[in-house]
């Protein structure tokens, strides 16, 4: 079972970003989905959750309105699609499998700062 996120990097506050998150070893497809952030000195959250087929999906209420995740399972693949960028959204991002048989796999995650 392999993780790997992509897709961060600098920018501008207000500018927009698309993060992946590739499965390998497993299909994603039977799972829900999330994607986390860990801010330098702060506990990993749970920002961006999504069902197996993309039925339900939620948010946590700090990046509500202006982040989008979906999945696409014929590529085993997530995506966060992160738009008006504030400094605060500044952490490392990971996406794990929603499943107590699947909790230890963890990504290596991909580093997004927001900066002027």
């Known amino acids: 079972v392999q993780l790997v996120e992509s897709g961060g990097g600098l920018v501008q506050p207000g500018r927009s970003l698309t993060l992946s998150c590739a499965a390998s070893?497993?299909?994603?497809?039977?799972?829900?989905m999330n994607w986390y952030r860990q801010a330098p000195g702060k506990e990993r959250e749970v920002i961006a959750t999504?069902?197996?087929?993309?039925?339900?999906?939620g948010y946590a209420d700090s990046v509500k309105g202006r982040f989008t995740i979906s999945r696409d399972n014929a590529k085993n693949t997530i995506y966060l699609q992160m738009n008006n960028l504030k400094v605060e959204d500044t952490a490392k991002y990971y996406c794990?499998?929603?499943?107590?048989?699947?909790?230890?796999?963890w990504g290596q995650g991909t580093q997004v700062i927001v900066s002027d």
């Open positions: 070893g497993f299909s994603l497809s039977r799972y829900y």
């Open positions: 999504i069902s197996p087929q993309s039925g339900h999906i």
């Open positions: 794990h499998i929603d499943s107590p048989s699947m909790d230890t796999y």
